[in-house]
């Protein structure tokens, strides 16, 4: 299975981005897995949050395939602690053959991106900018990665 996280917008904080590399790179000795950026819409200015959200969609559904597991982490999915996750990432592994996270804009994701997904996944009741997000969410791959294997990176 490859496993994809799509991005909308680079991450800007170099410290950020060195520790997501770092953790795709760990995520990369346990299965296939990828960061795709969707650069972000310029001269938006006169758009809507609607047409923000509309046009970046149409961005994100470009680069999906039509089998693909897609899962959106958006603050209103499920939360699941990191050993659950571990398990839910593992019977994924078996069944699904891309499997695609998404996280959106700043304004969220349209209704076109919500209904192709099959789940939503949240990382906490809080609210953290997108930027710790894509850290906080390659760590959480890493560590289920971990979990699955018995090794000795996470403790109950």
């Not at 995520?27 to 046009?55: A, C």
Request: hydrophobic share 35%; proline share 3%; net charge neutral.
């Amino acid at each position: 299975m490859k496993t994809i996280l799509i991005l909308v917008g680079k991450t800007t904080d170099k410290h950020f981005q060195a520790s997501i590399n770092d953790y795709v790179e760990r995520i990369w000795h346990y299965m296939p897995f990828e960061l795709l950026t969707i650069p972000e819409l310029r001269n938006t200015k006169n758009l809507t949050e609607e047409q923000h959200k509309q046009m970046e969609g149409e961005l994100i559904l470009k680069q999906l395939q039509s089998q693909d597991t897609v899962v959106l982490l958006d603050e209103h999915g499920k939360e699941l602690r990191s050993i659950e996750l571990a398990r839910w990432l593992e019977q994924k592994r078996n069944t699904a053959r891309r499997l695609v996270f998404i996280v959106g804009g700043p304004y969220g994701f349209s209704p076109a991106v919500y209904a192709r997904a099959q789940e939503q996944l949240s990382l906490s009741k809080m609210t953290f900018s997108h930027q710790m997000i894509r850290l906080i969410f390659t760590e959480q791959v890493y560590r289920a990665c971990t979990i699955i294997k018995g090794e000795p990176y996470h403790h109950e």
